[in-house]
């Protein structure tokens, strides 16, 4: 099977970009501004000095929707180069953004990232690649792990951020993706991304020695519809899976966040079935399967965000588990996790039986 991109069905263009003096001064700072320029972005600000402008506003929609549509290019803090493990996913947190364009109202990002929802590019990237061959074979999620020992030390880039929305602008998962093509590791190593997007044209041809699984996040037809604002169709995301396989990437099937909607059998079946047509013979895939939940915090956020939303976020129809140190996640029952379950796992088994299911949560 050939790699043929689909043609782009969604590129965010940011209407204020904030650009700090560090990173204007970066090398890939410089190459975002380039690219910045190139796709007609013309409201791009250089700061005096390393400090955003208050996005905060009154706190109405407004507010939001301009703090939405900003994206601020930064350095962070050295305290972001030190990497955080980031199970069930990967052995490793490796951030090349915060923030993300898209309206998904059950977004996760909002319950994890503080102020504005802003999109927040790292202009270090060129200094935190550099500083990766210490985690090799350092990680406890799949480093030498008798389950996923095969995946080598992974890096997770999309645990805050979708990096293939903001690629046209940034170039950044390319950059990440030759490097761990071409570096002399020392162990074996795996670059992970998963997306909600379809713009895979200019990944195609990058020498990636098969060191970076690229996932698409996919939903039942009326979870898309109804909760996955700003995200490009499912079936261009199909279509980007089936064009990354065919050039040689092991790719992923990201099932989140699964919920029990009405016809979720015949929905997620009819998905699962267009997945399977899509692949070429032969493709390394994985499956991960991540159910709907949500804590206090987020969805107070998200009602804030998405006032009029019809997702269900109703905590008597829910079981509440908690973390070690006290935090809360309201999760669907035994009962209905118990019905899910084992239909997905043979519903997989069954359509794509060359997959490995990662994990299911």
Partial sequence: MTAIAPPPSRLWTPERVLVTRSAAERPHGQRVLRRLEAAGVDRVELLPGDRLPSLRGDGGRAAFMAAKNTLALVVPPPSKRRLQPIPPSADWRLDLAEGCPAHCQYCYLAGSLSGPPITRVFADLDEVLDGLDGYVGRGAVTSGTPERGGEGTTFEASCYTDPLALEHLTGGLATMITHFGAHAWSGPVQLRATTKFDDVADLLDLSHGGRTRLRFSLNAASVARRFEGGTSPVAGRIAALGAVAAAGYPVGLTLAPIMPVDGWREEYRALLDAVAAALPAGTDLTVECITHRFTPGSK????????????????????????????????YPRETMAELRPWFEAAVADRLPQARLLYWT
């Fill in 300 to 331: 107070a956020t998200l009602l804030d965000w998405y006032p009029r939303t019809r997702l269900e976020m109703d905590e008597s129809l829910r079981t509440t588990k908690r973390g070690r140190f006290g935090s809360v996640k309201h999760v």
